[in-house]
């Protein structure tokens, strides 16, 4: 029936879709969390077929995908089984079986964006020597094996230090700072030893984190959505103002090292180029996602096209659409998890309950299977006709909340 969902269907080859929506091919989603599923809530209104690949039964996206189909994004008999099966394949995560993509890639599989860029991105360090070859302004980083080479880093960047793993970092994890010469040992434990595979960087003195979503069109055409302004906490993002607040010189400089940081990088969709903002007014490229990203979650709410909808457009090759602001002003705020409790008494139903009486404000749920601490459970963006109504709404969403639980 027509509002029949792919969920139920368990079984499908791609000879036998019907395929009716406006691009003839079915995109293949490597990854079903949260992006994923708001990729398949774009693709719906649009009735493009979106199947993904998520190992979790009842991952986010599972309920709204044309189809999900159970299995490892990072196995190779998987992936490959789930390519044959897709027009074209795209990720929501960076952390996939690359090597299988650039077999399927040589058989003529369209991977969007390209394999190639899954392999540096997906590799922090490996993605700092190709940035930094394409001359993109970045923090100082060196490659670290062991303690002696840890500590010449420390004497060459000084301290705080920031350690990073090299591959499967996400959300901070990953990220370790040594704020001294004797606290090296303990961030590289921390982080799994240097067998994990470790680089430093230079601490970044940044006044302001930006992110800048770009897009790519496979006619190569690029499109910059405005430069928002990202507040993590714990490492882990937590607001993003829309637009950011700085100067026009300041937001031309970010939008141009965003795109030359993705014209560096191979295919198509949408790419989060997260920078800090130092007070002599540099721009440093941190990193790159190749995919929708946490700093884009207001574009559904808040621009004519959402980054969804665009990495869509984008990788089954229909024209890009506009990324402008249709809203003065945005700001999105993350519900993260918490310690296991009642649920009816968590921060994030309190939260939700509160944003569902403010004008402008809309809740997401990712109906993630269990909730767990400083997990991304869901996001509420408020719009508004300035930054400053904005985050006042949000403040007196959150406010109210601490005030009814002392
Ligand atoms: P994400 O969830 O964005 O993928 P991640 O685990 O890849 O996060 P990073 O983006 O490398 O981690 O770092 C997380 C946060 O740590 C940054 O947003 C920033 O606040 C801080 N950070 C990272 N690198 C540096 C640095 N060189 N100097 C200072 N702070 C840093
Ligand atoms: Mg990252
Ligand atoms: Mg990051």
Same mark, same amino acid.
């Given at each position: 029936?027509?509002?029949?969902?792919?969920? #139920?269907?368990?079984? !499908?080859?791609?000879?036998?879709?019907?395929?009716?929506?406006?691009?003839?091919?079915?995109?293949?989603?490597?990854?079903?969390?949260?992006?994923?599923?708001?990729?398949?809530?774009? @693709?719906?209104?649009?009735?493009?077929?979106?199947?993904?690949?998520?190992? $979790?039964?009842?991952?986010?996206?599972?309920?709204?995908?044309?189809? =999900?189909?159970?299995?490892?994004?990072?196995?190779?008999?998987?992936?490959?089984?789930?390519?044959?099966?897709?027009?074209?394949? /795209?990720?929501?995560?960076?952390?996939?079986?690359?090597?299988?993509?650039?077999?399927?890639?040589?058989?003529?599989?369209?991977?969007?964006?390209?394999?190639?860029?899954?392999?540096?991105?997906?590799?922090?360090?490996?993605?700092?020597?190709?940035?930094?070859?394409?001359?993109?302004? %970045?923090?100082?980083?060196? $490659?670290?094996?062991?303690?002696?080479? @840890?500590?010449?880093? +420390?004497?060459?960047?000084?301290?705080?230090?920031?350690?990073?793993?090299?591959?499967?970092?996400?959300?901070?994890?990953?990220?370790?700072?040594?704020?001294?010469?004797?606290?090296?040992?303990?961030?590289?434990?921390?982080?799994?030893?240097?067998?994990?595979?470790?680089?430093?960087?230079?601490?970044?003195?940044?006044?302001?984190?930006?992110?800048?979503?770009?897009?790519?069109?496979?006619?190569?055409?690029?499109?910059?959505?405005?430069? !928002?302004?990202?507040?993590?906490?714990?490492?882990?993002? #937590?607001?993003?103002?829309?637009?950011?607040?700085?100067?026009?010189?300041?937001?031309?400089?970010?939008?141009?090292?965003?795109?030359?940081?993705?014209?560096? %990088?191979?295919?198509?969709?949408?790419?989060?180029?997260?920078?800090?903002?130092?007070?002599?007014?540099?721009?440093?490229?941190?990193?790159?996602?190749?995919?929708? #990203?946490?700093?884009? =979650?207001?574009?559904?709410?808040?621009?004519? /096209?959402?980054?969804?909808?665009? *990495?869509?457009?984008?990788?089954?090759?229909?024209?890009?659409?506009?990324?402008?602001?249709?809203?003065?002003?945005?700001?999105?705020?993350?519900?993260?998890?918490?310690?296991?409790?009642?649920?009816?008494?968590?921060?994030?139903?309190?939260?939700?309950?509160?944003? %569902?009486?403010?004008?402008?404000?809309?809740?997401?749920?990712?109906?993630?299977?269990?909730?767990?601490?400083?997990?991304?459970?869901? *996001?509420?963006?408020? !719009? +508004?006709?300035? !930054?400053?109504?904005?985050?006042?709404?949000?403040?007196?969403?959150?406010?109210?909340?601490?005030?009814?639980?002392?």
């Amino acid at each position: 029936c027509r509002a029949s969902r792919g969920s #139920h269907v368990t079984r !499908v080859g791609k000879d036998d879709l019907p395929i009716h929506g406006v691009a003839e091919v079915l995109v293949g989603v490597l990854g079903g969390g949260q992006l994923g599923r708001m990729l398949c809530q774009a @693709a719906s209104q649009m009735a493009i077929k979106v199947m993904v690949l998520d190992p $979790q039964e009842n991952c986010p996206a599972s309920k709204l995908a044309y189809h =999900h189909m159970v299995g490892s994004f990072d196995d190779s008999a998987t992936v490959q089984e789930f390519a044959k099966r897709c027009g074209v394949l /795209t990720v929501e995560i960076e952390h996939v079986d690359v090597e299988t993509l650039e077999k399927l890639e040589l058989q003529g599989v369209d991977c969007q964006p390209k394999a190639s860029t899954i392999r540096i991105i997906q590799d922090k360090y490996l993605q700092k020597v190709h940035f930094s070859q394409h001359d993109i302004p %970045l923090p100082e980083f060196m $490659q670290i094996d062991d303690l002696e080479g @840890a500590k010449r880093a +420390g004497d060459l960047f000084g301290y705080p230090l920031m350690i990073k793993s090299k591959r499967l970092a996400y959300d901070g994890r990953g990220n370790a700072v040594a704020k001294s010469e004797d606290e090296l040992s303990s961030a590289v434990t921390a982080l799994g030893g240097f067998d994990r595979g470790l680089y430093v960087e230079k601490w970044a003195p940044f006044v302001k984190e930006l992110a800048v979503i770009v897009a790519r069109g496979r006619d190569n055409s690029i499109l910059c959505y405005p430069a !928002v302004e990202t507040i993590h906490k714990e490492n882990i993002c #937590h607001i993003v103002k829309a637009p950011a607040n700085m100067s026009w010189k300041i937001r031309e400089l970010a939008t141009d090292i965003a795109s030359r940081a993705v014209s560096s %990088l191979e295919g198509a969709g949408v790419f989060a180029v997260e920078l800090f903002l130092t007070k002599d007014d540099q721009i440093l490229l941190n990193e790159v996602a190749p995919r929708p #990203h946490n700093s884009g =979650h207001h574009t559904i709410e808040s621009c004519y /096209t959402s980054q969804y909808e665009q *990495h869509l457009r984008a990788v089954v090759g229909l024209p890009l659409g506009d990324p402008s602001m249709k809203t003065p002003a945005a700001i999105m705020y993350n519900l993260l998890g918490e310690d296991e409790g009642e649920p009816g008494f968590h921060l994030a139903h309190q939260l939700i309950a509160r944003a %569902l009486c403010i004008p402008g404000a809309t809740v997401h749920w990712y109906d993630k299977p269990e909730m767990r601490k400083q997990r991304k459970m869901g *996001h509420i963006t408020i !719009v +508004g006709p300035s !930054v400053g109504n904005v985050e006042k709404l949000l403040d007196s969403m959150l406010n109210e909340e601490s005030s009814e639980s002392q």
